[in-house]
């Protein structure tokens, strides 16, 4: 049973925090000790936030989103002594081309940067006097020039420490020719689509044209846009789309051992001048295809021709494969050993044909987009390596079928309405600085490493995430604060260099409880689950998990042995902390680091895949989703957003100990999941008030299920919580809805609710086992 809080009450640690002039009560409340092995109600009413730095008022209003950059310690440990002492790691979680609704976007002839160490001026630089300015990463003073005298904004000069460049983190320039290595490229896309019978099969192509068709003017670009088509079987297929012809002209290059363009100015084409073409192709493209007998895969030798097309402008390249690829160059043969899906060796790529095709495309500017739609193994730790290293996104839809599986479907329409619209940047690199003193060592997320802290991006999008392990090389004892700076430079979709830049700024600590007040454990557990991902590939699953069990050993010993040694039994964290070992043991229940070998290979890897790139709100829904009642929803601490009123049900601890037969629950698991994202759960011993109108919920064998518009308070409350969780996120998420009734799917939810975290007894023996750890 879940008991009630238990508080210690240790006169001697109080009088400490007491002593502690100007900590913020909520430091204070970070550094109360709790009891794991006695105090089982951990989570918090609302989603956790990110702690807020311990700076001052001014500086907190200025510093950047934690949506968009955020540390695993929001106080800087002052040496490298103190961050060991801590056990706790050092990093940085960026999502740094999301979507925002305010973007400061400054058009100044001048971008002033710090010349030492070209820093982007920003809001906490130090201004000397109105001529000059000091660089709060490398600390040496720069001249404010005469431009940046005028503020476009309040259209007065004389107060450059008022424009905005200096009053927001988070800023966007329109770039110079200083910025370009070649004219600002066009939007360009090239749709790589498998037309076996494999595909045909699995039905996904007349989705996809359907979605193209729909989205075609949404597509973002400008008059320049370009776009192109091929198909594989066990020939590639390229499609003649220049403008004039009366139709599509359809081009097969059968030697898929020797590649070649059988045109060169007709089969990437402009979208405005060839729209017509395009949708007569779109429309036909399914039918073409729907006898097809074909069972080979020519993959390899279809990427290469796409290189050869894209070559001359770079872009985007979109593949939709079902299969392993079994034909020509990157051809590849089932790894999948039942009793082997754990094996190191199974988790790395079978060839590097991919990794190195994926590293011509970045230097192209090409990003290679992976949709795999398959029903048996396709060896997805070979194939996912052309989108990992040109900085492109993987997809995946297990048992993919058009009729059999509606809920895949489902998700594969809505995934392909955000893909084809969401915002693009072409040709990107991203750089990072930080403090003097601070270095950064390795970088997760989907990228090329052209120098220490620069990435090849050859396209960026809003959904992309990245991470980033960080140590201190020097003593930071001459600084108050340190100072983080992400800088993308990008081409847009409508042609114009621009460079995004956030900064973050963080205190200097000195006492190691200050380090731990300023901990923020959801993203120390990203940052651990990328570093385990990596360990598991490079060493094997068993270390990896070893690796995620000592990083809670040692914290709790650390904890024990420098700041709680006044306490003489028990598992003490400081409350900031207390979910840590709870997330370090759902993230052990993740396909990606599970040891059963009845998760299957691919299944695997794409959990990998989403570890390594999903924004950190995402992540932590899947690693720990949120559970609500939803049956006594009510308006108590409710949103008001623009005339609406969204409810707010408080969380529950993944138990099924929280579920009961006369209620309604919703399970949320982010948008990332490779089964259904939405869960919800109803009886129908449910109150009347729910079950009004054939049920609080209506399941449709067309779609995982919706919600019904009943004219009823409870009704509403639901629709407008759930919307406003859709709303939240950038992939929308299905809905799956399971009825208790005479056939009981009661079970199956209590089964889903406790894969995910606290089975049964799992957590106490988790603790215990930790318990143990700690003891030798």
């Not at 210690?8 to 000790?33: K, Q, T």
């Not at 973002?220 to 139709?247: I, W």
């Not at 193994?377 to 989108?387: E, G, M, V």
């Not at 009886?683 to 067309?702: I, L, P, R």
Request: net charge neutral; hydrophobic share 40%.
């Amino acid at each position: 049973l879940f008991l009630s809080n238990f508080v210690f009450n240790d006169p001697n640690l109080s009088a400490a925090l007491g002593g502690l002039s100007g900590v913020p009560e909520l430091e204070v409340e970070a550094l109360r000790p709790v009891n794991l092995l006695q105090e089982r109600n951990l989570l918090p009413p609302r989603p956790l936030e990110a702690p807020e730095p311990n700076l001052s008022a001014d500086l907190k209003k200025v510093n950047c989103s934690p949506q968009t950059f955020r540390c695993t310690l929001t106080s800087i440990p002052q040496t490298q002594a103190l961050l060991n002492k801590a056990r706790l790691p050092l990093g940085l979680v960026l999502h740094p081309f999301r979507d925002l609704q305010q973007l400061p976007v400054i058009t100044s002839n001048t971008i002033v940067r710090c010349r030492f160490c070209r820093t982007y001026i920003n809001p906490f630089v130090t201004f000397l006097d109105q001529r000059r300015w000091k660089c709060n990463l490398c600390y040496r003073v720069n001249d404010v020039p005469d431009e940046f005298m005028y503020n476009p904004v309040t259209r007065s000069y004389g107060e450059p420490h008022k424009r905005p460049e200096v009053q927001n983190a988070t800023v966007e320039f329109i770039a110079s020719s200083d910025y370009m290595l070649r004219p600002p490229q066009p939007a360009a896309y090239l749709f790589v689509l498998d037309v076996s019978h494999n595909a045909v099969e699995a039905g996904y192509l007349k989705y996809f044209c359907e979605a193209l068709l729909d989205k075609l003017d949404k597509l973002p670009g400008d008059a320049r846009t370009k776009v192109g088509f091929l198909t594989f079987d066990n020939t590639v297929h390229f499609y003649n789309l220049q403008e004039g012809l009366s139709q599509p002209q359809m081009l097969v290059v059968s030697d898929v051992d020797d590649i070649f363009i059988p045109s060169h100015d007709s089969l990437m084409v402009n979208l405005k001048e060839s729209k017509e073409l395009v949708k007569d192709l779109l429309t036909s493209l399914p039918a073409m295809f729907s006898q097809s007998k074909e069972t080979h895969s020519a993959l390899g030798p279809a990427l290469q021709a796409a290189l050869k097309l894209m070559t001359p402008t770079g872009g985007r390249i979109s593949v939709f494969q079902t299969q392993l690829p079994s034909l020509g160059a990157g051809a590849l043969q089932s790894r999948e050993e039942p009793n082997q899906r754990s094996s190191s060796k199974h988790l790395s790529p079978a060839t590097d044909f991919y990794k190195k095709l994926a590293l011509d495309c970045s230097g192209l500017q090409i990003g290679v987009d992976l949709f795999l739609l398959s029903s048996q193994y396709a060896d997805l730790a070979s194939l996912a390596c052309i989108s990992k290293y040109s900085a492109g996104s993987v997809f995946s839809y297990p048992s993919f079928h058009h009729i059999h599986n509606p809920a895949q479907l489902e998700k594969f329409q809505k995934d392909l309405e955000r893909y084809l619209t969401r915002k693009i940047g072409f040709e990107a690199v991203m750089r990072i600085r930080c403090t003097k003193g601070l270095s950064i060592h390795t970088f997760h997320g989907n990228f090329f490493v052209r120098s220490t802290d620069l990435l090849s991006l050859a396209n960026v999008n809003p959904d992309s995430a990245f991470a980033v392990q960080m140590s201190i090389e020097d003593t930071l004892a001459d600084s108050s604060l340190a100072c983080f700076q992400a800088a993308l430079l990008y081409t847009s979709c409508k042609g114009k260099r621009r460079i995004r830049v956030h900064t973050l700024c963080l205190p200097v600590v000195n006492q190691l409880t200050d380090v731990y007040a300023g901990a923020d454990v959801q993203a120390i557990t990203c940052l651990l689950a990328n570093m385990a991902i990596d360990r598991s590939v490079s060493s094997s699953l068993s270390d990896a998990r070893d690796a995620l069990e000592n990083a809670v050993v040692d914290l709790i010993s650390a904890y024990k042995s420098n700041v709680s040694s006044l306490q003489t039994s028990g598992m003490v964290v400081p409350a900031g902390l207390r979910l840590f070992p709870l997330y370090i043991l759902a993230l052990l229940k993740q396909k990606a680091l599970r040891t059963d070998t009845s998760t299957r290979l691919d299944e695997r890897i794409f959990s990998m895949c989403e570890f390594k790139t999903q924004p950190l709100q995402q992540l932590m829904r899947m690693v720990y989703p949120d559970l609500y009642r939803l049956d006594n929803i009510s308006d108590q601490g409710a949103l008001h957003l623009n005339d609406s009123v969204v409810p707010q049900p408080p969380l529950l601890h993944l138990s099924a100990e929280r579920l009961s037969r006369d209620g309604a629950f919703l399970m949320d698991c982010g948008n990332v999941s490779v089964s259904h994202h939405l869960f919800m759960m109803y009886s129908t011993h449910t109150h009347t008030q729910v079950s009004v109108s054939e049920g609080f919920f209506k399941v449709n064998k067309q779609r995982a299920g919706h919600l019904p518009e009943l004219d009823t308070p409870l009704s509403e409350r639901v629709r407008a919580f759930v919307d406003w969780l859709q709303d939240n996120r950038g992939f929308s998420s299905n809905l799956h809805v399971l009825k208790d009734d005479a056939s009981s799917k009661l079970p199956f939810f209590q089964q889903l609710v406790e894969d995910r975290s606290e089975s049964g007894s799992s957590y106490q023996d988790f603790l215990q086992h930790i318990q143990l750890q700690v003891s030798k």
